[in-house]
T-cell receptor, first 112, second 116 residues
Framework: KNQVEQSPQSLIILEGKNCTLQ??????????LRWYKQDTGRGPVSLTI?????NTKSNGRYTATLDADTKQSSLHITASQLSDSASYIC???????????FGSGTRLLVRP | DTGVSQDPRHKITKRGQNVTFRCDPI?????LYWYRQTLGQGPEFLTY????????KSRLLSDRFSAERPKGSFSTLEIQRTEQGDSAMYLC???FGEGKGKNIQYFGAGTRLSVL
């Protein structure tokens, strides 16, 4: 069964600190992995997208890594800001099709 | 703003009433998707259009749900005889077809439905 699991479910950090969110997937055939940021009451917004051959992708203070062998990905947030408070969703695309398998997300709260 | 518009943003209705949501995708996108998201969960796929053709429907889409994209542009999602279990955020997304932009889906802000 195609699944995407994320950890932790929720995380609280102080402003300015770094954090790392984890994603494990069992999706086959794998096409690409995306991280989305979803603010409360809003739709998800794409942060990064990585194919099988890409190990890392950065978008400002966000850096995603992908290990296709172990089927793990991480999203590292550097120097967190209050505006980083949101849910971060790991999404895996199946076989370059439109089908996306979503994780349940990690809810991040950045406190001053 | 991703360029995908959804209307209304919030809808409160009584059980048994019908509701209709609208989605206007990014104009160059030929694919349009509907998802449902409940609190604390990731979005769940409901249905997908390529141009005006509805190519797939999830088993989550019961016979009370119908979606249309009559001219291959905007889409509507109708829920008939709403139930309390229909309360959720309904998200619309659009994308290019395969081979362009890695099929990145751009999401609207969603319509939050509350069934009383």
């Amino acid at each position: 069964k195609n699944q995407v699991e994320q950890s932790p479910q929720s995380l609280i950090i102080l402003e300015g600190k770094n954090c790392t969110l984890q994603c494990n997937y069992t999706v086959s055939p794998f096409s690409n992995l995306r991280w989305y940021k979803q603010d409360t009451g809003r739709g998800p917004v794409s942060l990064t997208i990585m194919t099988f051959s890409e190990n890392t992708k950065s978008n400002g203070r966000y850096t995603a890594t992908l290990d296709a062998d172990t089927k793990q990905s991480s999203l590292h947030i550097t120097a967190s800001q209050l505006s980083d408070s949101a849910s971060y969703i790991c999404v895996v695309s199946v076989d370059s099709s439109y089908k996306l398998i979503f994780g349940s997300g990690t809810r991040l709260l950045v406190r001053p | 703003d991703t360029g995908v518009s959804q209307d209304p943003r919030h809808k409160i209705t009584k059980r048994g009433q019908n509701v209709t949501f609208r989605c206007d995708p990014i104009s160059e996108h030929n694919r349009l998707y509907w998802y449902r998201q409940t609190l604390g969960q990731g979005p769940e796929f409901l249905t997908y259009f390529q141009n005006e053709a509805q190519l797939e429907k999830s088993r989550l889409l019961s016979d009370r749900f119908s979606a249309e994209r009559p001219k291959g542009s905007f889409s509507t999602l109708e829920i008939q005889r709403t139930e309390q279990g229909d309360s959720a955020m309904y998200l619309c997304a659009s994308s290019f077809g395969e081979g362009k932009g890695k099929n990145i889906q751009y999401f609207g802000a969603g319509t939050r439905l509350s069934v009383l």
